[in-house]
Nanobody, 125 residues
Framework: QVRLVETGGGSVQTGGSLTLSCAAS?????MAWFRQAPGKEREGVAA????????YYGAPARGRWTISSDNAKNTVYLQMNNLQPEDSAMYTC?????????????????????WGQGTQVTVSS
């Protein structure tokens, strides 16, 4: 399995911004961000096929956030703007290798085999 280390979480006020980073121990082409708040199910935030730079956004991220990758550093970023209290959660990076030449479609937890420990994001009003 690929080792993933997330950084960049923290506490911000409503409307603030954070950039999360996920560093992988090796090159892996299918990477994604998920989040989970206490008492809620894990939900997909964004994914990227690093080979093509193709992003996919879940509902929480659309129109507000940007996922990108630096393949030279095996790192994926999540730029989060206009943060709201409901964005408070543990944000976790996930990765998988392409199957049949393609990354998972969508943001399904079970499609990703490697997971990081997560980084906490807290947004105060």
């Amino acid at each position: 399995q690929v080792r993933l280390v997330e950084t960049g979480g923290g506490s911000v006020q409503t409307g603030g911004s954070l950039t999360l980073s996920c560093a992988a121990s090796e090159n892996v082409e299918c990477m994604a961000w998920f989040r989970q708040a206490p008492g809620k199910e894990r939900e997909g935030v964004a994914a990227i096929y690093t080979g093509l730079g193709s992003p996919y956004y879940g509902a929480p991220a659309r129109g507000r956030w940007t996922i990108s990758s630096d393949n030279a550093k095996n790192t994926v970023y999540l730029q989060m703007n206009n943060l709201q209290p409901e964005d408070s959660a543990m944000y976790t990076c996930a990765a998988d290798r392409p199957h049949g030449g393609s990354c998972p479609v969508g943001l399904v937890t079970g499609d990703f085999t490697s997971w990081g420990q997560g980084t906490q994001v807290t947004v105060s009003s």
